[in-house]
């Protein structure tokens, strides 16, 4: 049965060939003058809204709507009232001296505490500097590991806590 099939086959392609090359060549030369075609003249929607009132206004988009969707634009005090860290304002284009609440947060690692009978200490690293700092430290007058200004209030080992004042804020930071 195999055979029988695959005898078919044969026998059809053969004969399709066959047939194919046997068929009449006539003149497939088409000789057709495209000169006397009218070429024609593109109308866009708006040109044929124009032009017949009869058609309803499909193609044009209807700005009202989209405009009475939009969202007002906050007020310049809106916006730098809800800032907390950054710029003082941030429509500002730059400000020369660097933020050292931004650089205290992302800087500054609390690394460990260490309790001794005398004193808390705290392992932090700041701008590539590791060590340790104690209460009453003050960067830049006894210490590199913080700010310069910036002042250790507490330090909680139960709690796992580190209290910094820093421009008159409490940075609150936690292992």
Known sequence: ????NRLKILIIF???SFLISCAKKGNNNIDFDFSTLKKTNKISLADRVLKDPGIKNEGKIDNKSFIKDLVPLKDIDQVISKTKFGKKDPFSEGELKSNKSNKLNSDFKLTGFLNTENNKYVFVSYLDNEGTIM???????NTNLLPNGAKVLKIDPKNNQLIINFENE????EM
């Open 135 to 141: 209460e009453g430290s003050i960067g830049g007058v």
């Open 1 to 4: 049965m195999k055979i029988s």
């Open 14 to 16: 053969i004969a399709s």
């Open 170 to 173: 409490k940075f609150i930071f």
